[in-house]
């Protein structure tokens, strides 16, 4: 639903458009991370530039024994926590790392990443399914990455997964959508939201993502390595918002071969202008 209000809007246009994800209903649909930064104490104001209320955590970062140094202690109470596997390299790894996230505290969401690769850091989706499976049994909210494979993606419906997080170029490498045919597939044929992570290098590549139907997007290198991260993380929660509402307000028809005139040839100034050639 459309609704305008000058008032208090300025003219701007609202789009009723909430996320909602596990049970959770959310005004932004851009995720960021905790990783690369150069102090933990910077992660409160990213996360309150960037709008975001979704930030994933390695649990390997997180020590409860420990009040300062617990990197939990940064991430604003009002964040939804989704504890990553990071560092498992195989389901029953993946599936220890969530039940000790949700142990110390974490909750019931989580992201699995199993990677055995240690070169390209690719994920194995055979084993990424296998523990969404008993995860989701277990009453967990289920967030796998994967390469953005059809196949591993429809087993991961069956397997119960909230969404599914295709990669758009390998972690870390701010290189972009380099598998947006890929994710393009993704977005058309499966029933739950395609959310894209790892790789997103420019906000408008997270527009891009987010104009082709994406559902949401998770940056973390792009923001943290940035030369100013708080802006970054600004322009970044700017981009997902607007590529959103481009995608809703459904694009514009390509036309390729020849021009078309913006306006129509009815009501040329014609004779008033062989007057003036005259």
Avoid at 76 to 85: E, R, V
Avoid at 120 to 140: C, R, S
């Amino acid at each position: 639903m459309e609704t305008i209000d000058p008032v208090k809007n300025d003219g701007e246009t609202t789009l009723d458009d909430p996320f909602i994800l596990g049970g959770k209903r959310m005004a932004s649909r851009l995720f960021i991370g905790t990783g690369k930064y150069g102090a933990n104490a910077l992660i409160p104001y990213i996360a309150r530039a960037s709008g975001a209320e979704v930030i994933t955590v390695a649990l390997r970062r997180v020590d409860a024994s420990q009040s300062k140094g617990n990197i939990l202690s940064h991430i604003p109470p009002h964040m939804q926590l989704l504890p990553n596997t990071s560092g498992a390299r195989t389901a029953e790894e993946a599936i220890r790392i969530a039940r000790l996230a949700r142990a110390a505290g974490c909750g019931n969401w989580i992201k699995i990443e199993v990677i055995s690769d240690a070169r390209y850091l690719l994920p194995d989706g055979y084993e990424t399914a296998k523990a969404t499976e008993i995860l989701n049994k277990e009453g967990f909210i289920v967030l796998p990455y994967i390469n953005p494979d059809l196949y591993v993606a429809r087993s991961l419906v069956n397997a119960g997964a909230a969404a599914v997080m295709p990669l758009g170029a390998p972690i870390g490498t701010n290189r972009g959508l380099a598998t947006r045919e890929m994710i393009a597939i993704l977005i058309e044929e499966i029933p739950l939201p395609i959310i894209v992570d790892a790789g997103i290098g420019r906000p408008s590549q997270a527009c891009e993502a987010m104009e082709m139907g994406a559902a949401a997007c998770l940056v973390n290198t792009a923001i943290a390595t940035a030369r100013s991260p708080l802006e970054m993380a600004r322009a970044f929660g700017r981009a997902v918002r607007a590529g959103r509402t481009a995608y809703l307000a459904g694009l514009g028809r390509v036309l390729s071969g020849h021009g078309e005139a913006s306006s129509p040839e009815e009501g040329r100034l014609t004779g008033f202008l062989d007057d003036e050639n005259g």
